[in-house]
């Protein structure tokens, strides 16, 4: 007996040893898991943010280009209301999917200036829908929806952690 009392000692240092290194393993495992994990959904969520943006850019392109087709922008290829219809519907069926992805992954304040910057470009569609020839309202829509994508973008640069981005106003010069 006193041969085990002799060996009790190192016999508990060894169970300690063991349960402390699994302790730890566990906690490293489950460290790394909500790391992997959180990168998985900012990776996502970016996706979903990426998506709705080029879907609202697509309906805007052609919206730029009927409103030159009224006399109201000068994109230099213009498109008739009637040939931009098809491509406007298909584009917005694929902006309500986008939409959905969104809501689904995104925080309340990418929703939100989401929805503000869809809400400016339906003013803009509402405005070549009635094939107005007004080239100050359509700067003044233009303006809005700058903004609206501008707050969008900053908002969900802010919710994925990354830095500020360029405005994406640019100067043309027309020599």
Same mark, same amino acid.
């Given at each position: 007996?006193?041969?085990?009392? %002799?060996?009790?000692?190192? /016999?508990?240092?060894?169970?300690? $040893?063991?349960? $402390? ?15 992997? %994990?959180?990168?998985?959904?900012? =990776? ?6 990426? =998506? ?17 087709? !009224?006399?109201? =922008? ?12 098809? %491509? /406007? ?13 969104? !809501? /689904? ?17 339906? =003013? ?8 107005? $020839? ?10 809005? %929806? ?30």
């Amino acid at each position: 007996m006193s041969a085990f009392i %002799q060996q009790l000692p190192a /016999l508990v240092g060894v169970v300690i $040893g063991s349960l $402390g290194s699994y302790l730890a393993v566990m906690l490293g495992d489950r460290s790394r898991f909500r790391r992997e %994990q959180t990168v998985r959904w900012e =990776d996502r969520r970016l996706t979903a943010y990426s =998506d709705y943006a080029r879907s609202q850019k697509t309906i805007v392109s052609l919206l730029f280009r009927v409103s030159a087709h !009224l006399g109201n =922008d000068p994109h230099p290829h213009p498109l008739a209301p009637e040939e931009a219809a098809t %491509q /406007l519907g298909s584009a917005s069926e694929t902006r309500d999917l986008a939409w959905e992805a969104l !809501l /689904l992954l995104g925080n309340t304040d990418v929703a939100d200036a989401a929805h503000e910057w869809a809400r400016v470009v339906a =003013d803009m569609e509402h405005f070549v829908r009635d094939q107005m $020839g007004d080239p100050d309202g359509w700067s003044t829509l233009l303006e809005n %929806q700058r903004v609206a994508r501008e707050k969008y973008y900053a908002t969900a640069r802010r919710d994925v952690a990354l830095p500020p981005g360029h405005s994406g106003r640019f100067q043309f010069s027309h020599n």
